[in-house]
């Protein structure tokens, strides 16, 4: 079946510290991954986006992430975290010319002052 | 360039009572996702809607839950008898007609509290 697993619920991380949030995956053929992030009570933005071609996809707010076929990740990853980084980050997964995505239960990240 | 509109940001039902959400897609989009995010859960997929169709409603509870998106005006989905296990926010997206993509376009939830 597919799925889309995030193993750390919570994270904590000093600011300035780099950041790593790790996302497995599913699927049969390769899918389309994404990351968003929600801060308290407000919506989904998305981060980034992998369809194909380069495995390492740049984002907005200065995040990154890397698709490996072979570990069946796409991990986000920041080199230097800010305060307002802190939120709860949703993986999700899809393939091509579907509308269901599956989405991890989410990362919720916490920074320390 | 307006995004995915959703309204109301939030709303309190009593048990029995009627919940209902609206969304407007994006300009230029024809189609419009439901998902439900119960707490401490991620998105999962509830329907799929084009102009006067239900596409794949498989993720939609089969009692009391309903949903359409009318030749005119927003898509709505419909809760009747609310009950506790309801409470949740409720996404919609939409994404234009070609799906090769896959991208869908989210707006900022509806969130729903049952007393």
């Known amino acids: 079946a597919q799925s889309v697993t995030q193993p750390d619920i919570h994270i904590t991380v000093s600011e300035g510290a780099s950041l790593e949030l790790r996302c497995n995956y599913s699927y049969g053929a390769t899918p389309y991954l994404f990351w968003y992030v929600q801060s308290p009570g407000q919506g989904l933005q998305l981060l980034l986006k992998y369809f194909s071609g380069d495995t390492l996809v740049q984002g907005i707010k200065g995040f990154e992430a890397e698709f490996k076929r072979s570990q069946s990740s796409f991990n986000l990853r920041k080199p230097s975290v800010h305060w307002s980084d802190a939120a709860e980050y949703f993986c999700a997964g899809t393939t091509s010319g579907t509308y269901k995505y599956i989405f991890g239960t989410g990362t919720r990240l916490k920074v320390l002052a | 360039n307006a995004g995915v509109m959703q309204n109301p940001r939030h709303l309190v039902r009593r048990r029995g009572q009627e919940a209902r959400l609206r969304c407007s897609p994006m300009k230029g989009h024809s189609h419009v996702y439901w998902y439900r995010q119960l707490p401490e859960e991620g998105l999962k997929f509830m329907v799929y809607?084009?102009?006067?169709?239900?596409?794949?409603e498989s993720g939609m509870p089969k009692e009391r839950f309903s949903a359409e998106f009318p030749k005119e005006g927003p898509s709505i989905l419909r809760i009747q008898q609310v009950v506790r296990g309801d409470s949740a926010a409720y996404f919609c997206?939409?994404?234009?007609?070609?799906?090769?993509?896959?991208?869908?376009?989210f707006g900022e939830g509806s969130r729903l509290t049952v007393l």
């Open positions: 809607l084009q102009k006067e169709n239900i596409i794949d």
């Open positions: 997206a939409s994404s234009p007609p070609d799906l090769s993509t896959g991208e869908l376009f």
